[in-house]
């Protein structure tokens, strides 16, 4: 039921808009979060987006791998 | 895929493999994942089959399906035969096992069911058939309560007569406190991570200071899990537990406060049986009274089947993680995703489901 994959919002309008992913576009609600705008990635479920994206927490992580190469 | 591929990159992966079999020694250390899409994540990326031996990853309640007792289903079939009643449900759903039948035996009779992809899909089903009440099947954790509380809370603004809901609604800690108490070994949970969106990370405290247990909220890529399960490690190692987020790009630690709002805006905490652990007080959720109109539960009577159970169906047990598939003597024989005798073959989150696709041998 979770499509655990980040979705870039295409278009917004109030509480609905476009999210796309992979040349996919889909509709959905965004009703559960706040602030959110075009541009911004954010996680999709059962046609609602639950939470937004942090992109800085994603570099960060992607970092730690980087990190773990270094010293290995 | 930005933020997919990168945390698939293969080069990274050899490198938290090697840190696990550095970091573990030799000790035994079993996780259990909670959540559905990480039992499939686990078997789709293989990760049981790069880790050492000693380092066990067993699967816990985490498909809301397969948790879902048979009652429940069976009180969805008996709405379906009535005439004027449209039954729409997540596509999961429809081959689940009741007692008797399933939604998809009574589908192909001729009853109106209808597979939808989320609740806004629902509304719109009742609003083009304003002369049948349709029913939503609310089957599904923190991650989904919310989409159906916004649901009904459209209705009601709508004043829209006939769409309902009939809630099976489950949620974790509790769940998790429970498991915490059994029989089964545990040293780490991976924490569901989009149920973990929504409710933060505070609920997993209780079960590091009270049962002992290390938490993990973790990513559903394959770099997310074999990192998360390397935290855990270290954890337990280091006899250091703690609540660790992994999944920090999605996971905020006070959660989805709106998303919180809205689902208790419309439901409050109750009792719920879960296949497998029986009744656990507070893990569910029901519809309040302000809404009563639009709860299924209260608005259509029906007369259920009594209960019966698949005979030599180990799901039970599988779900509470003193059983794996491959343990069963239906897996893999008479018992495939085709043709399921338990819901954990059916669903597309179900631990047999995973084993069998993915062909997990252990």
């Known amino acids: 039921m979770c499509v655990a994959v980040p979705m870039k919002i295409k278009k917004i309008k109030n509480d609905r808009g476009i999210v796309e992913v992979g040349g996919t576009e889909r509709e959905v609600s965004f009703k559960l979060l706040k602030d959110v705008r075009k541009g911004d990635y954010v996680i999709v479920h059962a046609g609602f987006a639950i939470q937004k994206l942090d992109e800085k927490e994603a570099l960060e992580t992607l970092e730690l791998f980087k990190e773990l190469e270094q010293y290995s | 895929m930005k933020y997919i591929d990168e945390f698939r990159n293969k080069e990274a992966a050899r490198t938290i493999i090697n ?9 035994q250390i079993t996780f259990m994942e909670v959540c559905g899409t990480h039992t499939m ?6 990760i049981r089959d790069v880790l050492p031996e000693y380092i066990r990853l067993i699967s816990g309640p985490g498909c809301p399906v397969c948790v879902t007792p048979n009652r429940y289903i ?9 005439e004027d009643i449209i039954v729409a449900t997540f596509g ?4 689940v096992p009741g007692s008797s039948s399933n939604l998809e035996k009574e589908h192909i009779k001729g009853n109106d069911i209808r597979v939808v992809g989320s609740t806004l899909e629902a509304l719109h089903v009742a609003k083009e058939n304003a002369e049948k009440n349709v029913i939503f099947l609310g089957v599904g954790f923190e991650t989904t309560v919310p989409t159906v509380a916004a649901s009904l809370m ?10 309902f809901v009939l809630s099976a ?22 924490c569901p991570g989009h149920v973990s969106t929504v409710i933060g990370t505070e609920f997993y405290y209780p079960l590091v200071e009270d049962y002992g247990i290390g938490c993990v909220v973790s990513g559903f890529e ?8 390397l935290m855990g490690i270290k954890q337990v190692v280091n006899k250091n537990l703690k609540v660790e987020n992994q999944y920090t790009r999605a996971v905020k630690p006070e959660g989805n406060p709106r998303a919180r709002e809205i689902i208790y805006e419309v439901f409050e905490p109750s009792h719920a049986e879960w296949r497998g652990l029986g009744v656990i007080p507070n893990s569910g959720l029901e519809i309040r009274d302000d809404y009563s109109s639009w709860n299924a539960e209260k608005q259509f009577e029906v007369n259920v089947e009594a209960t019966k159970e698949a005979e030599g169906c180990i799901c039970g047990q599988i779900l509470q993680g003193k059983k794996i598939p491959t343990q069963c003597k239906n897996f893999g024989r008479n018992c495939v995703p085709d043709n399921p005798i338990g819901p954990c073959m059916v669903s597309s989150e179900g631990t047999c489901a995973a084993y069998f696709k993915y062909k997990v041998d252990y």
């Open chain 2, 92 to 95: 999961d759903m429809m081959k």
């Open chain 2, 19 to 27: 840190s696990i079999r550095q970091e573990s020694g030799d000790k």
């Open chain 2, 154 to 163: 459209q209705a009601k603004s709508e004043n829209l007569p006939n769409y």
């Open chain 2, 41 to 46: 994540s686990i078997a789709r990326f293989g």
């Open chain 2, 169 to 190: 609604h489950k949620t974790m800690p509790e769940a998790m406190k429970s498991l915490s108490k059994g029989d089964v070994n545990i040293d780490i949970f991976i």
């Open chain 2, 222 to 229: 394959s770099l997310d899990i074999l990192q998360s399960i």
């Open chain 2, 74 to 82: 069976d009180y969805a079939v008996a709405l379906s035969r009535r």
